[in-house]
């Protein structure tokens, strides 16, 4: 049996009673903004996890928990993809970790899975008693009981943050307040704390810190609330440069005033009537997908994912449009490693790094080029940055295009 839903019209906490008291045997798969998590029950009860949310993978939750360097992970992920072993187990190989540190994170990277659902506002799930898990999918043991009780306290939590942390564009800098010693002994508090110099926004303290939303401004909340750090300024984003795990910004967007009335229109004539009604229909979502097909059979594939990510907006849980916006995105990474950001090339900025502060640049945009370094290509940047590849690269042609970087052959 599949069961399709939203958590719009079945919220979490129900969906997951449902399974509990129904003992149910299968997966679940929960989507939102392109990230999918997958749950998996064995009799009403939580037996593994699975997400590939960039900040909830492996080496990034690694990164962000001060066990491992942006350095060692890069090396890691080079091993892997020569011999597609498990990157835990390079690690180990590596020397890079213990087993127990290993194990803990792998434990404390399920749980973020699970509760981490909560932060989700919508998501589109599908149930499926006959799916196969992934192969690489996480065992843990938790009742239902314990994640919605859990679960509930940090949806409050998230409301308490959000108050305050409720756009990605604000910018903190810290006081004259000193942070007590149990934030300098902790790798992952003093990692944090340190990324806030004046100048960057939630967002980019975010991208820096390879973690989620919840763990990242938690911590900044205590901070803000301890008087440790205070907002200086907020920035305008645009939302669509933001990777889609980030900080919701539709609470900022409903407390904004309302737009004056626009002046009523003049009387339209028949042939106006008749244009307006011809570009309802090129509107349709059918014409639409039509004209994205048109511009992948032209190999024009990031014209096709603007039309198919719009319309991913509108019906995120069609699974046809799901399998259009893959084979898309698939398309134009090859592409872009073929003809616009080639893997082996390493990217170098055109002019010096302090000239970019005044450069309208997105939060991606500023943390990959912060990681030029001369000797990384674009593979490895690619491979260390918090996000999808196929926003990753598109940034990176965009700066290309914008004259900011050039590509150089290694040495």
């Known amino acids: 049996m599949t069961m399709l839903g939203s958590l719009h019209t079945m919220p979490l906490t129900d969906l997951l009673q449902w399974l509990g008291a129904s003992r149910k045997t299968g997966t679940l798969f929960l989507e939102r903004?392109?990230?999918?998590?997958?749950?998996?029950?064995?009799e009403g009860h939580v037996v593994a996890c699975s997400s590939d949310d960039p900040p909830e993978l492996l080496g990034h939750f690694l990164v962000h928990q001060g066990k491992i360097t942006e350095e060692v992970l890069q090396?890691?992920?080079?091993?892997?993809?020569?011999?597609?072993?498990?990157?835990?187990?390079?690690?180990?190989?590596?020397?890079a970790l213990t087993l127990e540190d290993l194990k803990r994170v792998l434990e404390a990277k399920a749980e973020e899975t699970i509760y981490g659902l909560f932060d989700w506002e919508d998501a589109e799930f599908r149930f499926d008693e006959e799916a196969e898990p992934s192969p690489h999918i996480f065992p843990i043991q938790l009742d239902v009981e314990d994640i919605l009780?859990?679960?509930?306290?940090?949806f409050d939590e998230m409301k308490r943050i959000r108050?305050?942390?409720?756009?990605?564009?604000?910018?903190?800098?810290?006081?004259?307040?000193?942070?007590?010693?149990g934030v300098v002994q902790n790798r992952t508090a003093l990692g944090i704390y340190e990324l806030i110099t004046g100048e960057r926004t939630v967002a980019e303290i975010l991208l820096h810190a390879h973690g989620s939303e919840y763990l990242v401004t938690k911590f900044l909340f205590e901070l803000f609330r301890n008087g440790m750090v205070e907002i200086s300024e907020v920035r305008q984003?645009?939302?669509?440069?933001?990777?889609?795990?980030?900080?919701?910004?539709?609470?900022?967007?409903?407390?904004?005033?309302?737009?004056?009335s626009a002046p009523e229109a003049e009387p339209a004539d028949s042939a106006q009537v008749q244009a307006a009604a011809s570009r309802q229909s090129l509107a349709s979502p059918e014409a639409e997908l039509e004209a994205a097909r048109a511009l992948m059979g032209r190999g024009e594939f990031e014209g096709a994912l603007e039309i198919l990510n719009a319309q991913y907006r509108i019906r995120p849980g069609e699974e046809s449009l799901r399998r259009l916006?893959?084979?898309?995105?698939?398309?134009?990474?090859?592409?872009?490693?073929?003809?616009?950001v080639p893997p082996h090339k390493i990217p170098v900025l055109r002019r010096p790094a302090e000239s970019l502060t005044g450069e309208e640049l997105s939060p991606v945009e500023f943390f990959l080029l912060s990681r030029f370094n001369g000797t990384w290509d674009v593979r490895s940047i690619i491979q260390i940055a918090p996000i999808r590849e196929v926003e990753a690269l598109k940034t990176l042609k965009r700066l290309r295009e914008k004259g900011y970087i050039e590509l150089k052959d290694p040495e």
């Open 33 to 42: 903004s392109k990230v999918v998590k997958q749950i998996v029950f064995r």
């Open 163 to 181: 108050k305050v942390f409720n756009d990605p564009g604000i910018v903190l800098r810290k006081t004259d307040h000193q942070p007590p010693s």
């Open 237 to 260: 984003i645009v939302a669509e440069t933001l990777p889609g795990s980030f900080l919701p910004i539709e609470e900022a967007a409903a407390q904004a005033p309302p737009p004056e």
């Open 149 to 154: 009780l859990r679960g509930l306290k940090r």
């Open 75 to 95: 090396q890691a992920l080079a091993r892997q993809s020569a011999t597609r072993v498990h990157l835990g187990k390079i690690l180990l190989e590596m020397k």
């Open 325 to 340: 916006v893959a084979e898309a995105e698939a398309a134009f990474v090859d592409k872009a490693y073929r003809y616009y």
